[in-house]
């Protein structure tokens, strides 16, 4: 089904590239014959590419190729796969420039923040590559004597990956590369809006000399996502993207038993103390809320402000909030890039009205979409500041996903931390403070997967966990070393070596 953003491109110029499925090892098309247009959010009549529009047949097609070559990877020492994960890391190193620009024309944003994206593919490529020569399991005492315990690492079989736009090739390279250190076979639905470096990414892949049907791609909408959920031979599903999505998902793969790791939305907040550097919490708010026009995930979509310096906070926020540039993420110029398509940006304007008429907060700077001019033929939003809002309003609720940030005051810490805590998401927070108190009681209080102190609410590393609790997500982490207790499951064995029957809980055991 095409989104919005395509079905606009779908009169746009003629000759256009046209690219393919990836299923055991061959660019194939779709066997439905069809295809989307995948735009520039930031011109929509500029088509980056053609791709195939695929359905369940496919995805069939894909698993089957996966199942057929799970057994040759899992039994590929991990130390050889991550010889190749290694390989894979220098080959997006070395095009990191070509990777960057095609990002930026598909999703619209900045230049820079593309080249952090592909950078964060490579962080995670080498990391949880080196995995390969530790994927560390543990030796422990027997409760018998002359028997040994330990406890191994098994892959899960083959993964599922679903993948959204706004980091499109971070968060497939976050399911991906673990998946693969741990010997599984993938089949991954990347995102409709921004196939392209999905498809960068697997290219990659097979240049580094990964075997015929261990990845496998598939390009389309909800079609073929749906029907990779509700495959049978496939043992897990990793999804990032919206809550609704994600609930659905859970609950159709609960039929099967599926493992399912879930990352979904957020309703992030920076608490500013009165005695936080106002500049540097400026600046940091301005990052956060604005960076990616809003569309992360750890966005800094609530600024909680101390009364004392609320006044202040406000006035030189949204006076550096004005001076943003808006425009094509190709220039170098541009700060705030396009939102991803047609539909986001209804979506994002709704919210704006919601925060004028229903909540009635006072709408500080910006507001409207952009459709002059140079506008003219994307998708953008000025960058917008509500102020005076209370932490029950629906746009300090719900998560908005755009270049829309809410200031809301406080009196005390402590009810800082309860604004922050009372939203149904729980990813990212932050607190900017000079006072080491304050910052461990907030570190202490704050409950969400990450907490940055004299920082904003964006910017995790890969080797550290990524996730969030409560509506965000369903209890997993990516990233780090805990991704791994994704990707793989435990097994635990016993070996006896006393020569007759011991039995656990039962036998004496002589001292
Ligand atoms: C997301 O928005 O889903 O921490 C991922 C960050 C990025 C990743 C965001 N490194 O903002």
Not at 474 to 489: C, K, M, P, Y
Request: proline letters at 4%; charged letters at 20%; hydrophobic letters at 40%.
């Amino acid at each position: 089904m095409a989104t919005a953003k395509q079905a606009k491109a779908k009169a746009a110029k003629p000759s256009v590239k046209k690219y393919s499925n990836y299923i055991n090892g061959e660019w194939v098309k779709s066997s439905s014959g069809e295809w989307f247009d995948n735009v520039n959010p930031a011109d929509t009549s500029d088509v980056v590419g053609r791709f195939p529009s695929s359905n369940a047949e496919d995805v069939n097609a894909a698993v089957a190729a996966a199942k057929s070559a799970a057994k040759r990877w899992r039994l590929t020492p991990a130390p050889k796969r991550a010889e190749i994960l290694f390989n894979l890391a220098q080959i997006l190193a070395k095009n990191k420039d070509v990777f960057t620009r095609e990002m930026t024309r598909e999703m619209g944003k900045v230049l820079k923040e593309a080249g952090g994206d592909v950078q964060e593919a490579i962080d995670c490529t080498y990391y949880t590559a080196g995995e390969g020569r530790r994927l560390h399991g543990f030796t422990t005492p027997a409760e018998m004597k002359d028997k040994f315990a330990m406890c191994v690492r098994q892959p899960v079989g083959i993964c599922g990956l679903i993948t959204p736009f706004n980091f499109p090739m971070a968060i497939p390279s976050w399911k991906l590369i673990p998946a693969l250190v741990c010997g599984n076979t993938v089949v991954l639905k990347s995102g409709e809006d921004v196939p392209l470096s999905s498809l960068n990414l697997i290219k990659a892949c097979e240049q580094a000399g990964i075997p015929q049907g261990v990845i496998n791609l598939v390009n389309g909408a909800s079609e073929p996502g749906a029907a990779l959920v509700g495959h049978t031979d496939v043992r897990l599903i990793s999804f990032t993207g919206s809550t609704t999505t994600g609930k659905l998902i859970a609950e159709q793969a609960a039929r099967d038993n599926k493992i399912v790791s879930l990352e979904m939305g957020g309703k992030n907040a920076i608490i500013v103390m009165d005695d936080a550097d106002i500049d540097n919490a400026v600046e940091g708010s301005v990052w956060g809320a604005f960076g990616t026009s809003g569309q992360r995930c750890t966005a800094s979509s609530r600024l909680v402000v101390h009364k004392k310096v609320y006044k202040k906070f406000v006035e030189k926020f949204v006076a550096r909030v004005k001076q943003l540039r808006v425009g094509n993420g190709l220039d170098p110029r541009t700060e705030v890039g396009p939102v991803i398509n047609h539909r986001a940006m209804e979506k994002i304007h709704g919210y704006i009205e919601i925060g004028k008429m229903i909540d009635k907060a006072t709408l500080a700077c910006g507001g409207n979409i952009l459709n002059k001019g140079e506008y003219s033929k994307g998708y953008f939003i000025e960058p917008t500041v509500f102020s005076d809002v209370k932490p029950k309003m629906r746009i300090a609720q719900e998560e908005i996903f755009g270049p829309v940030t809410s200031i809301i005051p406080f009196s005390t810490l402590d009810e800082a931390i309860d604004i922050v805590n009372g939203v149904s998401y729980g990813l990212s927070s932050a607190i900017y403070t000079q006072d080491v108190n304050q910052a461990f009681h907030a570190m202490q209080e704050l409950y969400t997967g990450i907490c940055y102190v004299n920082s904003a609410t964006i910017g995790a590393e890969v080797h550290l966990p990524f996730g969030g609790t409560k509506g965000t997500g369903n209890g997993h982490r990516e990233a780090g070393t805990q991704v791994l207790d994704i990707f793989s499951e435990w097994k635990s064995l016993y070996i006896d070596y006393s020569g007759k029957l011991q039995k656990a809980q039962i036998d004496e055991v002589e001292i």
